[in-house]
C-alpha cells in the first residue's frame, strides 16, 4: 500500500486481518481475499483515514506505526490514536528526518499527507517501529540507512531476503567477515558504487575529497570511482593510474577488482608478491584517502583497491589504530615475527634434522623420536598440500555439516595418520603452528606467497642442504627487488628510495596527527 504495488500473502486467515483490510480499503486499496491469501494492490493516491488502536479483534497495535507510514502518503489528514500502550511515537521523529509531516499531541498522532519522502539515515527503536522504518525507505526517493537492524532480525526472520524476493533494492551493511575488529565501526563496503562512495562521504566531509568516475573501455563498461583528497594525492600516480585505466586492454572485468590489477599491472605473473592491497572496509578506506593515497571503487565489488601498494603497507592492520600506539605497535612487532615465523620455521627444521648426527646436544630435542614410513620432505610437502584442499573443501561445505568436516579432517591428519605412519607428529605440530599462524595477517595474497616461499626452501634444502636454503633466500629476495607495484615509486619504497619519516610511520604504530590518520 504504501509503495504503490501489488502483493500476494500466502498461508494466513483472511478472518484475522479483518481490521487492517477495512482501513486499508477505506484508503483507496484494493484486498482481494481468497481461502488463505490476501491480493493487495494499490493503484491511485491513498485517501486519509482515522485509526485507533484496540485489543483484538480492533486495530492491532503492532500495526499502528506501519500504517502511520502509508498515512503520511496520503492525501489530506489523518490521525492516529493509540489505545493500547504509552510512549509508541518514538519513530515519528525519523520519519520527520525524512519529510514526513506528523505532531504528537498526547496519545494521538496528527499526520499531515505529503507528496513523497526522501531518504535518510534512520534509527529504529523497537521492532514494529523498525518495520516501519524500512516500509518507509522502500516508499522513499533516494537512499536511506537503518541503524538498529538487531530490532528488526530478532522480529522478522530473513526480512532482508523476503524483500528482495519483492524487487526491494536492500541489503545489509555488515562487517566484514576477514577484517574484524574488537571495537570501532563494524560496517562494510557493498556490491553497489553510490552506497560505498555514500560511506565514504559520511566519514570524510572534507570539501577536497573527489570521487571521480571513470568508465572502462570494455564491453560492460563497468563504473570506477578514484577516490582521493585533492591537494593530498600524488598527481603524477594519479594520472598515471587515469591512463592505464583509460586504455586497458581487456574484453570486461567480470572479476572486478582482481581483473582490473591484472589488466593494468607489470606482467610479471611469475612473481608470487602482491601487486594490490584490499579492503571491505570504510574505516580503512577512509584513513588512506586522508593521508594521501588513491582508494579505487569498483561497482559490482564490496572490496576497495588500495594504490599505491609496498611490501611494508602490508604490515598495517586496522586492530592496530583502534589501540593506543603502544599496543599498536606490539602488534605490528608480533605480526611481522609470526609472518617470518611460517616462512622459516619447518624449512629451518626440516634443515636441521635432515642431518641428524651433525645436530648440537642442546637442540637434539628437535628430532623426530618416531619411526616412519615416508620422508620428511614428502610429509612436509603433503600436509602443505592437505591444508589448502582442506580449506577449499571448506569453501563449499552447507554450514549444516561444516563441523562434522572439521572433526573428519582432524581425525585424518591427526591420529589415523600418526597411527598408520605417514606423519610424525613433529610434522603434524610445525604444520599446524604454520596454518594458524597465517591467519595473524589480513592479506591473502601474502599468505600464499610465503607458502610458496615456503615450499621453495624445503625443495632445495632437500637437493642442496644450507646452500640450498642460502639460494631460497637469494631467490626470495630477487623476487622482492624486481617486483614491480600497479603505481608508485617502487614496491620497497619507503626503503627504496629511501623515505625516513614514512619508513619510521610503517615501523611502528606512530601517535594520530595531522599527517598520521
Known amino acids: 500500500a504504501a509503495t504503490g504495488g501489488q502483493i500476494l500473502v500466502k498461508n494466513i486467515i483472511p478472518k484475522h486481518m479483518d481490521c487492517i483490510t477495512a482501513k486499508l480499503q477505506e484508503m483507496g486499496v484494493q484486498v482481494e481475499e481468497q481461502d488463505d491469501t490476501l491480493l493487495v494492490r494499490r493503484s491511485g493516491k491513498l485517501r486519509r483515514t482515522n485509526v485507533k488502536t484496540l485489543p483484538y479483534p480492533g486495530f492491532p497495535t503492532d500495526m499502528q506505526p506501519q500504517i502511520t507510514v502509508a498515512l503520511c502518503l496520503a492525501e489530506g489528514t489523518s490521525m492516529v490514536t493509540e489505545g493500547v500502550w504509552d510512549n509508541r511515537y518514538r519513530y515519528v521523529g525519523e520519519l520527520t528526518r525524512m519529510g514526513a509531516q506528523i505532531r504528537v499531541e498526547g496519545r494521538t498522532a496528527i499526520v499531515e499527507g505529503v507528496e513523497k ?290 572433526m573428519l579432517g582432524a581425525l585424518i591428519l591427526g591420529d589415523f595418520a600418526v597411527q598408520a605412519r605417514w606423519l610424525v607428529p613433529e610434522v603434524l605440530v610445525y604444520m599446524a603452528f604454520v596454518a594458524v599462524a597465517n591467519y595473524a595477517q589480513h592479506s591473502y595474497e601474502l599468505g600464499y606467497t610465503a607458502k610458496l616461499c615456503r615450499m621453495m626452501l624445503l625443495i632445495l634444502i632437500w637437493l642442496w642442504d644450507w646452500w640450498g636454503f642460502a639460494a631460497g633466500i637469494t631467490l626470495a629476495l630477487v623476487l622482492i627487488c624486481t617486483a614491480k607495484p600497479v603505481v608508485g615509486k617502487g614496491y620497497l619504497y619507503p626503503l627504496l628510495p629511501f623515505d625516513r619519516r614514512k619508513l619510521a610511520r610503517l615501523l611502528y604504530r606512530r601517535p594520530i596527527n595531522r599527517h598520521n590518520s
Not at 572496509?281 to 588513491?294: L, N, Q, S
Not at 645436530?359 to 637434539?364: F, I, P, V
Open 117 to 406: 519522502l526522501t531518504g535518510a539515515p534512520i534509527q529504529a527503536y523497537d521492532l514494529r517501529a523498525g518495520a516501519a522504518l524500512v516500509i518507509a525507505a522502500l516508499a522513499a526517493e533516494g537512499e536511506s540507512e537503518i541503524s538498529n537492524v538487531q530490532y528488526i532480525e530478532r522480529g522478522y526472520e530473513d526480512i532482508i531476503g523476503k524483500l528482495r524476493a519483492l524487487g526491494a533494492d536492500i541489503r545489509a551493511v555488515e562487517e566484514p567477515d576477514t577484517s574484524r575488529v574488537l571495537r570501532g565501526s563494524h560496517d562494510g563496503f557493498v556490491e553497489n558504487l553510490m552506497q560505498n562512495a555514500a560511506l565514504l562521504r559520511r566519514r570524510v566531509r572534507d570539501p577536497h575529497l573527489r570521487l571521480e568516475r571513470v568508465q572502462l573501455p570494455e564491453r560492460s563498461g563497468t563504473d570506477v570511482a578514484l577516490c582521493y583528497m585533492e591537494g593530498e594525492a600524488d598527481e603524477e600516480l594519479l594520472e598515471e593510474l587515469r591512463e592505464k585505466l583509460m586504455h586497458i586492454q581487456v574484453g570486461s572485468v567480470a572479476m572486478s577488482q582482481e581483473s582490473i590489477v591484472e589488466a593494468i599491472a607489470p606482467r610479471q605473473f611469475w612473481n608470487p608478491f602482491p601487486k594490490a592491497r584490499y579492503t571491505e572496509r570504510p574505516d580503512v578506506a577512509t584513513a588512506c584517502i586522508m593521508e594521501g593515497d588513491v582508494v579505487v571503487l569498483v561497482d559490482n565489488s564490496p572490496s576497495a583497491l588500495l594504490l599505491p601498494t609496498t611490501l611494508l603497507r602490508f604490515n598495517e592492520e586496522i586492530n592496530d589504530y583502534y589501540f593506543p600506539p603502544l599496543i599498536g605497535t606490539y602488534l605490528q612487532v608480533i605480526r611481522t615475527a609470526v609472518l617470518l615465523l611460517t616462512m622459516f620455521i619447518t624449512p629451518l627444521w626440516y634443515l636441521l634434522v635432515k642431518e641428524p648426527d651433525r645436530l648440537h646436544e642442546s637442540l637434539r630435542f628437535l628430532l623426530v623420536q618416531d619411526e616412519y614410513y615416508v620422508p620428511l620432505i614428502l610429509q612436509l610437502l603433503l600436509v602443505e598440500l592437505i591444508i589448502d584442499v582442506l580449506k577449499l573443501a571448506s569453501l563449499n561445505t552447507p554450514d549444516v555439516l561444516s563441523n562434522s568436516f572439521s
